[in-house]
């Protein structure tokens, strides 16, 4: 299984951002898709994540300022990311719990990180 994320960049405080990633591979299903970051200095954190049938979950430190969403038929996973701060500066990771094909194993799988620069 191959994630792959895009979307970061360099953005003001207050801007807005929207990063997505797609899942490729021999996948027969995937149970919950998520993001992640990691700040420099410190552990890698739970952002956001998504089950299958819709529901999410928040951190904190993002309810209301994030929205989490997927499209199950293209296995994607999209954050959109409102009121940023430096705060939220960043490398997100996506994550995708998948269902693999054809031993039905299921596998936890990471995309390759895209950074998020909140400054002015």
């Known amino acids: 299984v191959q994630l792959q994320a895009s979307g970061g960049g360099l953005v003001q405080p207050g801007g807005s951002l929207r990063l997505s990633c797609a899942a490729s591979?021999?996948?027969?299903?995937?149970?919950?898709m998520g993001w992640y970051r990691q700040a420099p200095g410190k552990q890698r954190e739970l952002v956001a994540t998504i089950t299958k049938d819709g529901s999410s979950n928040y951190s904190d430190s993002v309810k209301g300022r994030f929205t989490i969403s997927r499209d199950n038929a293209e296995n994607t996973v999209s954050l959109q990311m409102n009121s940023l701060t430096p705060e939220d500066t960043a490398v997100y990771y996506c994550?995708?719990?998948?269902?693999?094909?054809?031993?039905?194993?299921?596998?936890?799988?990471w995309g390759q990180g895209t950074l998020v620069t909140v400054s002015s």
């Open positions: 591979g021999n996948i027969f299903s995937i149970n919950v």
């Open positions: 994550n995708a719990r998948v269902q693999m094909l054809p031993t039905f194993r299921i596998l936890d799988s």
